[in-house]
């Protein structure tokens, strides 16, 4: 079945230091893939998409990459700021439809 | 603004009772679910209802029911047989699935629960 894995938190940064969160998959064809933000107390927001093989979503600084070939969708950002202290998720949904599947989730914390 | 409202944000609650969390939401989404979340565990699907009147298990529907009378509310009960009903509660919606969409789920702000 369809399954995400991220790298395990927490991740501990200082503030303009350059952030990389893995995220791999496993699916069959084409998911679409996301990556969700859960600030502290709050619901999760879509920070970013991609539908497809080499897409690059972007929103805030964040990037991700589909990536066919290696079939992974890591996020990055060039210069973290301590507002970007949250949870992040990856997620995909089948290209036939279905359920959002997520990965566990990555604690990022950015100290000034 | 259209979004997804749960409530109550905090609730307590003594063993041996029900409790129903109420999620509503006004983005004219058909596909409602609701989730769990546990530290470290992210989040795991209780159930969703694709349309009005229908509703399926997700992967921990043990211990909970729903329903899905009108479209804009999906109610989640936390029922006596759940083991271990302590948790944050999250509640989306979604077009419907399969609909040419890219699926993006709208959260609401999750209500925790806490069994003293």
């Known amino acids: 079945g369809n399954s995400v894995t991220q790298m395990e938190g927490p991740v501990t940064l200082s503030e303009e230091a350059f952030l990389t969160i893995n995220c791999t998959y496993t699916a069959t064809g084409y998911p679409s893939l996301f990556w969700y933000v859960q600030y502290p107390g709050e619901g999760l927001q879509l920070l970013l998409k991609a539908t497809k093989a080499d897409d690059k979503g972007s929103n805030k600084g964040f990037e991700a990459t589909y990536r066919k070939e290696t079939t992974s969708f890591h996020l990055e950002k060039g210069s973290v700021q301590v507002s970007d202290s949250a949870v992040y998720f990856c997620?995909?949904?089948?290209?036939?439809?279905?359920?959002?599947?997520f990965g566990q989730g990555t604690e990022l914390s950015v100290k000034p | 603004d259209g979004g997804i409202t749960q409530s109550p944000k905090y609730l307590f609650r003594k063993e041996g009772q029900n409790v129903t969390l109420s999620c509503e939401q006004n983005?004219?989404?058909?596909?409602m679910y609701w989730y769990r979340q546990d530290p470290g565990q992210g989040l795991r699907l209780i159930y969703y209802?694709?349309?009005?009147?229908?509703?399926q298990k997700g992967d921990i529907a043990e211990g909970y029911s729903v329903s899905r009378e009108k479209k804009e509310s999906f109610p989640l009960t936390v029922t006596s047989a759940q083991k271990n009903p302590t948790a944050f509660y999250l509640c989306?919606?979604?077009?419907?699935?399969?609909?040419?969409?890219?699926?993006?789920?709208?959260f609401g702000e999750g209500s925790r629960l806490t069994v003293l």
């Open positions: 997620a995909l949904r089948g290209n036939q439809g279905g359920k959002l599947i």
């Open positions: 983005l004219n989404h058909d596909a």
């Open positions: 989306a919606s979604s077009m419907r699935l399969g609909q040419k969409n890219t699926g993006e789920l709208f």
């Open positions: 209802s694709q349309i009005v009147n229908d509703f």
